[in-house]
């Protein structure tokens, strides 16, 4: 297979590092698309060959001698890219989000529906073992028919401080955390329970980032700024190799400022959501985001006609202050001191800890089994993981649906199937 990249930044790292690497035997890298040239020439000093550049306007041109391609761009321009791609005829492999947008949703359905293209939708986090025990365990019917999920989602001060200082703060390009984030979650629940959303109602804020936010005045990036070393906010993006070239050296062509300051003007995203959500099967959804934790990981629980079912996890125990973390590191992979759990209450019987395996890597293990189903094919999964455009498109909406619901105080309902907003 031949391979384009479009979208430079430092999430195509993970598919690029796969192509070079383990996935090397499934295909090459055959063109590369970015609207900055100093990123493109860093991915292709990576490469290790001449690979041909092409900016946006030119990505016709780029799909004449592609197979597939990789969409990693802001998540705002998903939907021009897929469907382009899908029209062409070429496969799609698009990161989450699928688009931000009902109408880049439907966009992208129906071009997936007359393509000849296959549509791939990477939600690494259906292949992390813990969570594919939990699907297991509900498509047994461990605890009976589900009838209510609670669902917390907590994002630490390095990870989730990082969406209020890139281009995610700017929710034109990422639909907010309901929607660039919380599109994991969704998709999780979405899969587990095999069911579709039909209401959503949700509530949110920006209480902790943003301007106003802390006394004092800012510094408008972290680059050159007083406190930088001692201020734990102020990411040093020097100090990362891969950042610096990807970002910091970028920054004449495009003047994407890679780190802004997370208290400054110009965040637009929430910090602090609440959503209910009602599906077609009766089951009820109660499900919080918060951006501004001491540690990383979250906690779903699972009542059901037979018993309940509690997975609690922690990503990332808690960082000290000044420490020398990568916001970038792959998200989801347990660092000391994390731990994970998995507990299955029956009606009248003890509780039993149930085992989970193995899941070293990002996204909880979950990256690696991703990786192998894009590059070699899913196989014969009885869990059905790899994700096409249904599952992207019904997961965006319950977070479009929440933040049209937060914004006008009203609840919204989706049409049968959870495939298009109602109104």
């Not at 986090?125 to 028919?145: D, I, K």
């Not at 890139?166 to 919380?182: E, I, M, P, Q, Y």
């Not at 003007?265 to 209910?276: P, S």
């Amino acid at each position: 297979m031949r391979y384009a990249f479009v979208g430079l930044g430092h999430r195509a790292e993970l598919y690029v590092g796969a192509l070079l690497g383990e996935w090397a035997d499934a295909g090459e890298i055959v063109a590369l698309c970015d609207v900055n040239r100093t990123r493109m020439a860093y991915y292709a000093e990576r490469i290790g060959r001449d690979v041909p550049c092409f900016a946006p306007e030119e990505f016709g041109e780029l799909l004449e001698i592609a197979d597939a391609v990789v969409v990693t761009t802001v998540d705002a321009a998903h939907a021009g890219y897929v469907c382009a791609a899908l029209d062409a005829g070429r496969d799609v492999i698009v990161e989450k989000p699928l688009a931000t947008t009902a109408e880049g949703c439907a966009a992208i359905a129906a071009a997936a529906e007359r393509s000849d293209g296959r549509l791939v939708v990477t939600f690494n986090y259906r292949y992390a073992p813990r969570n594919s025990v939990v699907r297991r365990l509900l498509m047994e019917g461990a605890v009976g028919a589900v009838t209510s999920v609670h669902f917390e989602w907590t994002l630490d001060t390095v990870h989730g401080a990082d969406y209020f200082r890139r281009w995610h703060r700017d929710k034109a390009n990422s639909g907010g955390l309901l929607v660039h984030k919380s599109t994991h979650h969704f998709d999780l629940v979405n899969w587990w329970l095999r069911d579709a959303a039909e209401t959503v109602f949700a509530q949110s804020a920006l209480r902790f980032y943003g301007p106003g936010n802390t006394p004092g005045p800012r510094p408008s990036r972290a680059h050159g700024a007083p406190r930088l070393g001692a201020d734990p906010f102020l990411l040093d993006i020097s100090a990362d190799p891969r950042l610096k070239r990807l970002y910091l050296d970028a920054e004449h062509e495009d003047g994407y400022i890679r780190d802004q300051d997370v208290f400054g003007d110009g965040v637009t995203i929430e910090d602090n959501m609440a959503v209910l959500v009602r599906y077609a099967g009766g089951a009820m959804l109660t499900y919080s985001l918060n951006a501004h934790s001491p540690f990383e990981g979250y906690r779903v629980a699972f009542n059901g006609t037979g018993g309940r079912l509690e997975l609690e996890v922690v990503e990332r125990a808690w960082t000290p202050p000044h420490a020398a973390v990568d916001p970038t590191a792959a998200a989801g992979e347990l660092a000391a001191g994390a731990w994970e759990r998995l507990t299955l209450h029956r009606h009248w019987r003890e509780p039993e800890d149930v085992p989970i395996g193995a899941g070293g890597g990002g996204h909880g293990g979950g990256d690696a089994l991703l990786l192998n189903d894009l590059f070699r094919g899913p196989g014969d999964d009885p869990l059905a993981r790899q994700a096409g455009h249904l599952d992207g498109v019904r997961s965006v909406l319950v977070g479009v649906a929440a933040d049209s619901s937060a914004r006008d105080g009203v609840p919204v309902r989706l049409t049968a199937g959870g495939t298009r907003l109602a109104g």
